[in-house]
């Protein structure tokens, strides 16, 4: 029903900048919330920021003052543009969005397949 595309992901050095993009397509009537989440090795997936109907923002405390979320003119297009890199930020990022997709039913979480972020010190 709806699908999930991140792209941008890729290798760079400690302190280099990286923008992630992520499009959401399909049965879509509203999208509440978007967001990015991200998982390390061996580690729990953990939210890093996400984005509110009303453009109203929220951050892991870790983004905070590095990272930006932000939504395209389209709203069904988030982007995480990511500055001062470190190694810790290396992890699988992945797109979340809250998506109604019909009146009938309740809003529902969507993933996208995930894009690794690596950070070399």
């Known amino acids: 029903q709806v699908q999930l595309v991140e792209s941008g992901g890729g290798w760079l050095q400690a302190g280099g900048s990286l923008r992630l993009s992520c499009v959401a397509s399909?049965?879509?009537?509203?999208?509440?919330?978007m967001g990015w989440y991200r998982q390390a090795p061996g580690k729990q997936r953990e939210l890093v920021g996400r984005?509110?109907?009303?453009?109203?923002?929220r951050y892991a405390d870790s983004a905070k003052g590095r990272f930006t979320v932000s939504r395209g003119n389209a709203k069904n297009t988030v982007y995480l543009e990511m500055n001062n890199l470190k190694p810790d930020d290396t992890a699988v990022y992945y797109c979340n969005a809250n998506v109604l997709t019909s009146y009938f039913t309740t809003t529902k979480d969507y993933w996208g397949q995930g894009t690794q972020v690596t950070v070399s010190s």
């Open positions: 984005i509110f109907k009303d453009g109203s923002t």
């Open positions: 399909g049965t879509i009537l509203s999208i509440n919330i």
